[in-house]
């Protein structure tokens, strides 16, 4: 079946360091991968996403981008703020009709 | 505007006690589910409906019924709370008709906790 392996957290930063949470992916043929991000006592958002192979997303200062090569989707951003601390969730789905299936998030703590 | 709100945020409750939860979206979506968060932060879905027909449904116990009585509305009743069942729950909703495998759009979530 489909699965999402994240690194596990917590990460912590302090401010303006650079920030990369591993993405992996099982799936067979060409799922759409996700980006979400919920912060402390919120739902998730769509942080960022990609369709197809060397796709990449990108919104807020993080960027990931789609390798087919090594399954993977790694989230990135160069200067992390306080703002930024959050449980990120990497998620795959296959097609419409599809479900999202999600990684087991990272949480992340960016230190003033 | 809310676009997928759930209600209510939080809710305590004893063991046994039978509750719901309820979940509308008024972003015109065709789809809409409910998805389980555990105290780790792991995300699992439980159920998905299409044009109010169930099209996904987890390994979830029976206890569990959702409900959709028009496409702009998930509710999820629960029987017979067990302490287990304490999580956030959420609600999500996308539009599947499109075919471009767009992500969803969640609620904030009902933290319910049983005692």
């Known amino acids: 079946g489909n699965s999402v392996t994240q690194m596990e957290g917590p990460v912590t930063l302090s401010e303006e360091a650079f920030l990369t949470i591993n993405c992996t992916y099982t799936?067979?043929?060409?799922?759409?991968l996700f980006w979400y991000v919920q912060y402390p006592g919120e739902g998730l958002q769509l942080l960022l996403k990609?369709?197809?192979?060397?796709d990449k997303g990108s919104n807020k200062g993080f960027e990931a981008t789609y390798r087919k090569e090594t399954t993977s989707f790694h989230l990135e951003k160069g200067s992390v703020q306080v703002s930024d601390s959050a449980v990120y969730f990497c998620?795959?789905?296959?097609?419409?009709?599809?479900?999202?299936?999600f990684g087991g998030g990272t949480r992340v703590l960016v230190k003033p | 505007d809310t676009a997928v709100s759930q209600t209510p945020k939080y809710l305590v409750t004893q063991m046994g006690n039978d509750k719901s939860i309820k979940c509308e979206q008024n972003?015109?979506?065709?789809?809409m589910y409910w998805y389980k968060q555990d105290s780790k932060k792991f995300l699992k879905i439980m159920f998905s409906?299409?044009?109010?027909?169930?099209?996904i449904n987890e390994t979830v116990p029976n206890r569990f019924s959702p409900k959709s009585p028009d496409k702009a509305h998930l509710n999820l009743h629960i029987n017979s709370l067990e302490l287990g069942d304490s999580a956030v729950y959420f609600c999500?909703?996308?539009?599947?008709?499109?075919?471009?495998?767009?992500?969803?759009?969640f609620g904030s979530g009902t933290r319910l906790t049983v005692v």
């Open positions: 799936a067979t043929g060409y799922p759409s």
């Open positions: 998620a795959l789905r296959k097609a419409a009709g599809n479900k999202l299936t």
């Open positions: 409906y299409n044009n109010k027909e169930l099209i």
């Open positions: 999500a909703s996308s539009q599947e008709a499109l075919r471009d495998r767009a992500g969803y759009t």
């Open positions: 990609a369709t197809k192979a060397d």
């Open positions: 972003l015109g979506h065709d789809t």
